[in-house]
T-cell receptor, first 114, second 111 residues
Framework: NAGVTQTPKFQVLKTGQSMTLQCAQDMNHEYMSWYRQDPGMGLRLIHYSVGAGITDQGEVPNGYNVSRSTTEDFPLRLLSAAPSQTSVYFCASSYWSGIGDTQYFGPGTRLTVL | AQSVAQPEDQVNVAEGNPLTVKCTYSVSGNPYLFWYVQYPNRGLQFLLKYITGDNLVKGSYGFEAEFNKSQTSFHLKKPSALVSDSAVYFC?????????FGSGTRLQVQP
């Protein structure tokens, strides 16, 4: 199993550009999520999905879109990048029993917006 | 809403000594608690979790955590620290549909 994979590893954007961060998992997990990590702030939830076709907002959703057309993939789209979106982005997945399922994290994408 | 507090930004310990990384939580309902570790420029790795049952949870790499309901705490411990344990440790609590993380504690183990 490759686990949770993310591409690209690094990305530099100019203000106003758009891009998609890719996330895939091969564990047949129902639940997938996106977090951003900023210095001293831990991880904050952007969006999550409990299955194909079902998505919902997390704590910091503004400026980001998601869709879940397959169980395996959960891309995160930045519509018009802003310097405030400079961060490290992590994707995670888990089963969804609702009873303390362990989330497994990808290696992250480091994004810089100039 | 649930929350997690990690009161120490950094913990320093000598190799071979016991270590403790502190975490307190707030959640309505049953607490599902987690510890993750992050090495430099890496993703988060799962260490252990508390769902129910025994208050002492054993996890990976010799780590364990003690759940204390009356003090709403879930402290991470290890009897004998290694230099290779140096990393950032995150405590998290599962809410209705997502994890809420603490701000992290940097553990520095000195040789």
């Amino acid at each position: 199993n490759a686990g949770v994979t993310q591409t690209p590893k690094f990305q530099v954007l100019k203000t106003g550009q758009s891009m998609t961060l890719q996330c895939a998992q091969d564990m047949n997990h129902e639940y997938m999520s996106w977090y951003r990590q900023d210095p001293g702030m831990g991880l904050r939830l952007i969006h999550y999905s409990v299955g194909a076709g079902i998505t919902d907002q997390g704590e910091v959703p503004n400026g980001y879109n998601v869709s879940r057309s397959t169980t395996e993939d959960f891309p995160l789209r930045l519509l018009s990048a802003a310097p405030s979106q400079t961060s490290v982005y992590f994707c995670a997945s888990s089963y969804w029993s609702g009873i303390g399922d362990t989330q497994y994290f990808g290696p992250g994408t480091r994004l810089t917006v100039l | 809403a649930q929350s997690v507090a990690q009161p120490e930004d950094q913990v320093n310990v000598a190799e071979g000594n016991p270590l403790t990384v502190k975490c307190t939580y707030s959640v309505s309902g049953n607490p599902y608690l987690f510890w993750y570790v992050q090495y430099p420029n890496r993703g988060l790795q799962f260490l252990l979790k508390y769902i129910t049952g025994d208050n002492l949870v054993k996890g990976s790499y010799g780590f364990e955590a003690e759940f204390n309901k009356s003090q709403t705490s879930f402290h991470l411990k290890k009897p004998s620290a290694l230099v290779s344990d140096s990393a950032v440790y995150f405590c998290a609590v599962m809410g209705r549909r997502a994890l809420t993380f603490g701000s992290g504690t940097r553990l520095q183990v000195q040789p």
